[in-house]
């Protein structure tokens, strides 16, 4: 199986003889439409605190956000509540509130993007890689004065990153040791760069 966040621990007392193999790190970025004046107002950076406000729906409207900004509806887009994404976002930003329920829940990160893209008072956490695939188009805020880029993903510093891993059960017979020896060599790395994420060397 591959998973694009940690193994629960539920997950390793189910899994007999659980083997995992990370290949490489993503991290969810807060994305802004190019044309919101958040990104002067705030100087492309938003807090912990900000980003729980604008996605509990304290927060309702921009102005809210920072007195210059216009007093239109923030319009929250994340990943379906129940999907392993929404999970990293949950423990790492949210803790114990929940995003506010009539934030649009996105089908996948490429719909979410959309809703980005189409819209200036939209905002919504992207994947690292699919932010590197639209570049321009959405802006990654910083958080707490951090960037996502690569040295601040693998460093720890960002603080909204999660693994991309393959998990099994037992040692890989042959054909899954071929599989695994192409993800985890240069072939494997070169194709998680050039999707936008972090391969790990």
Known sequence: GML???IKDSEKEKIKDLESYTLGLDALCICVNPDNNILKAKN???TKEEIIKIFSGEYKTWKQVDPSLPDEEIVVVTRDLGGGAHEVFQKKIMGSL??????IQAPSMGALVQKVISNEYAIGYASF???NQNAGKLIPMKVDNVAATKANI???AYKISRPLIVVQSGE???AQKAFLEVLQGAEGSEKIEKMG???VK
């Not at 929940?98 to 934030?103: E, P």
């Open 4 to 6: 694009a966040r940690d």
């Open 44 to 46: 492309g950076n938003l």
């Open 98 to 103: 929940q995003v506010k329920k009539d934030a």
């Open 129 to 131: 890689g699919i932010v």
């Open 154 to 156: 693998v460093s720890g």
């Open 172 to 174: 890989p017979n042959a």
């Open 197 to 199: 994420f972090v391969p």
